[in-house]
């Protein structure tokens, strides 16, 4: 059965604090594509990042980052220099390959970043 | 470009009550899927249409329904509201499910409904 696990319900930091987000995932397909998902207090979900299976490159976009380790069945997710508008909750899903949109989400982790 | 549309936002019901959520995908976006989150379940999958057949369906009791219309629009139905489907019901739109190993369409959520069940 296909699981995604993020242990981190909730994190504080400081302001310009890095912060790392953990998510594991299960999965029997050797094709599958994982994502990140900002979920602010407005409640729509906004796309981060998708990355496919095939793919271990770690990706960096301006203060965001992820690492995935398909060894350890991990894709973190780090915030460089945290910022108060990055407090939200983020959840990382897994999709079941081909041919469908549907999404597994872990129960996400709630980032308060304080000034 | 519009986003994904969702309505009512904000919905309170009775038990035994049913009620009807609607979503409007992006323009050209013929994939929708629902989800239902929650405090003690958080983000759980519901159902995904496209092209007006249900494609999948997530483990849920017969009380939850939907449909997608030719236009896209697609509608979701709750009978006999139990006090536990209160809950945020979010819907996301893509151009259509990912059909290769290769490429997959970004599915982008809408804002949501808020159903209250008192």
């Known amino acids: 059965a296909q699981k995604v696990t993020q242990a981190q319900t909730e994190i504080s930091v400081v302001e310009k604090e890095d912060v790392t987000l953990d998510c594991v995932y299960e999965?029997?397909?050797?094709?599958?594509?994982l994502f990140w998902y900002k979920q602010p207090p407005s409640g729509e979900l906004v796309f981060l990042i998708r990355?496919?299976?095939?793919?271990?490159q770690n990706e960096i976009s301006g203060r965001y980052s992820w690492n995935f380790q398909k060894s350890t069945s991990s894709f973190n997710f780090t915030i460089t220099a945290s910022q108060v508008v990055d407090s939200a909750v983020y959840f990382c899903?897994?999709?079941?390959?081909?041919?469908?949109?549907?999404?597994?989400f872990g129960t996400g982790t709630r980032l308060q970043v304080f000034p | 470009k519009a986003g994904v549309t969702q309505t009512p936002r904000y919905l309170i019901k009775t038990r035994g009550q049913q009620v009807t959520l609607s979503c409007s995908p992006i323009?050209?976006?013929?994939?929708v899927s629902w989800y239902q989150q929650t405090p003690g379940q958080g983000l759980q999958f519901l159902f995904e249409y496209f092209s007006e057949t249900q494609r999948n369906k997530g483990n849920f009791p017969g009380r939850f329904s939907g449909r997608q219309f030719s236009n896209s629009r697609s509608e979701m139905n709750v009978s006999t509201l139990e006090l536990g489907d209160s809950a945020l019901y979010l819907c996301?739109?893509?151009?259509?499910?990912?059909?290769?190993?290769?490429?997959?369409?970004?599915?982008?959520f809408g804002p949501g409904t808020r159903l209250t069940v008192l």
């Open positions: 899903a897994l999709s079941e390959t081909y041919n469908t949109d549907k999404l597994i």
């Open positions: 999965t029997r397909d050797t094709t599958y594509y």
């Open positions: 990355r496919n299976s095939f793919d271990e």
């Open positions: 323009s050209g976006h013929r994939s």
């Open positions: 996301a739109s893509s151009l259509e499910p990912v059909t290769s190993a290769t490429l997959l369409n970004e599915q982008f």
